[in-house]
């Protein structure tokens, strides 16, 4: 009997070894990332879908059509519309390339111009017509 288990030893520790050494070897290893993947910053949203990515960059009339739709919405808005009718409003303008709102905020930009938000019960600082079409952008 101590024969055999002798003999079974050493093949109870290799089969120990064996079981060892593939569960160690079988674990993933990190591939390292490029080096360039994490230097390049990730596009802007303007510059994807080709918009000025500051409002001084925004073309004059642009900007006068920014302000006549911001000045209708706020009218409207305090004429009691919604902000779901806000968006089918904007959204049937021609020159509002995209516009989206929920039950708080709605916000729009036009053709060739920044985004602009109108928040529902938000205070306006006083302020000149043109700071506050600045502040609104």
Do not use: K, Y
């Not at 089969?15 to 569960?23: D, K």
């Not at 925004?58 to 902000?83: F, H, I, K, M, Q």
């Not at 409003?89 to 053709?111: K, Q």
Request: glycine share 6%; with cysteine; proline share 7%.
């Amino acid at each position: 009997m101590d024969r055999d288990h002798e003999q079974r030893a050493p093949t109870v520790a290799a089969v120990l070894f064996v079981l060892v050494a593939l569960g160690c070897g079988a674990a993933p290893t990190a591939t390292p990332l490029p080096s360039t993947a994490l230097a390049q910053p990730a596009a802007l949203e303007c510059e994807t879908e080709s918009f000025p990515c500051v409002f001084a960059d925004v073309p004059a009339n642009v900007r006068a059509e920014t302000e006549r739709l911001a000045d209708e919405a706020v009218r409207l808005v305090n004429d009691g519309a919604s902000n779901d009718e806000l968006v089918a409003w904007l959204d049937s303008e021609e020159s509002v390339a995209e516009v989206e709102g929920d039950s708080d905020a709605v916000r729009f930009r036009p053709v060739g111009g920044r985004g602009v938000w109108i928040i529902r019960g938000a205070p306006l600082a006083p302020s000149s017509r043109g700071l506050a079409a600045d502040a609104l952008a």
